[in-house]
């Protein structure tokens, strides 16, 4: 069973925030304990103390870590597809294949007007945005093949145009030729996890997404869920395999690990994420109280794959 921790940096408003050595200690000891990614995010509904943004603590998370996976949420109005694949295209390539985005479907009240959208979006808008704006991130993620670049000083060629390829893609909100100016992801592309799932995105998820993080508080529901994604992966023609569902639960509200490998089991998912507060004594609770539990009830058993697809044995199932 695969274990997850989430952290939302921006939720400790009107508390001091946790200094990046703080955040890169306990990263490192969810690391040795075999947990398998942390995800960090930082919406808030209101104002946040924390002087972090989420990709650019990865960028720092990278660095002192080797086996963990790390997650970052970065919302669709605050980004143009081209700009966000590109950051997350070359935190992959820094982190040697340990990066995934966390693209939530659920709209942030506060964002739009800070993005030159003061009456905001409908609902109906943000998600048909969001869908156009995932596919094409994925789109540019794959648009140079892996031996696409040849640096042959010799005959001048700097990439075989047969394997460089343009999207050329034009929607409804978005046009975007293309292609990346960042090379081919090492773990071919970096993992796209998805969160905020209304009931009528369940056939997007099941034909796109790699993880997908289920908030459902009954584990009938968590279980009906899990099964029609996976049901739909493989009328898409993907191996259901190849999509992990993973069930959310607070840190604070769980006695120990008996209880959370119920929900796993019941909820028909392949793993957990265990949302902690960004707290130094939340996350020392965490370590010291829960997390031991939690690996003797069969969590934080990693594969050895050197990437985040490898340790939680996806294959390379990066179709557009």
């Known amino acids: ?10 939720s400790a408003a009107g508390q001091a925030s946790l200094t990046f050595a703080e955040f890169a200690a306990f990263v490192r000891q969810a690391e040795a304990a075999g947990v398998d990614m942390v995800i960090i995010s930082d919406a808030t509904d209101g104002p946040s103390s924390s002087p972090f943004e989420a990709t650019t603590l990865l960028a720092g998370l990278a660095t002192v870590t080797d086996r963990i996976g790390l997650v970052a949420s970065a919302s669709t109005l605050a980004h143009q597809p081209y700009n966000l694949a590109r950051r997350f295209a070359s935190l992959d390539v820094i ?3 340990r990066i995934g985005w966390n693209a939530t479907m659920r ?3 506060r ?35 892996h031996d696409a670049l040849l640096f042959d000083k010799v005959s001048g060629r700097f990439h075989n145009p047969d394997k460089m390829h343009l999207i050329d893609f034009t929607g409804e909100f978005f046009s975007v030729r293309g292609p990346l100016n960042v090379a081919r992801s090492p773990q071919e592309s970096p993992m796209l996890v998805m969160s905020g799932l209304a009931d009528t995105e369940l056939d997007f998820a099941g034909r796109r997404a ?12 968590a279980k009906a869920t899990s099964d029609e994604i996976k049901r739909r992966a493989h009328e898409a023609g993907r ?27 019941s909820s028909g998912g392949d793993g957990i994420v265990l949302a902690v507060q960004p707290r ?33 044995g996806l294959g390379e199932d990066s179709k557009p």
Request: charged fraction near 30%.
């Open 1 to 10: 069973m695969h274990l997850a921790v989430s952290l939302n940096i921006a």
């Open 95 to 97: 982190s040697h294949g």
């Open 107 to 109: 709209q942030n009240p």
């Open 111 to 145: 964002e739009a007007a800070n993005f030159s959208r003061p009456e905001g979006l409908s609902d109906d808008d943000f998600r048909r945005r969001a869908k156009e704006f995932i596919n094409i991130v994925r789109l540019l993620w794959v648009s140079w093949e």
């Open 210 to 221: 790699d993880a997908v993080l289920l908030n459902k508080r009954e584990p009938s529901d």
């Open 239 to 265: 191996d259901p395999m190849t999509i992990k569902v993973l069930a959310t639960a607070d840190a604070r509200l769980e006695r120990d690990g008996h209880s959370l490998e119920d929900l796993c089991l």
């Open 280 to 312: 130094a004594a939340a996350l020392a609770d965490f370590v010291q109280r829960l997390l031991p539990d939690l690996k003797r009830h069969g969590f934080a058993k990693a594969l050895p794959g050197k990437t985040l697809r490898g340790r939680l």
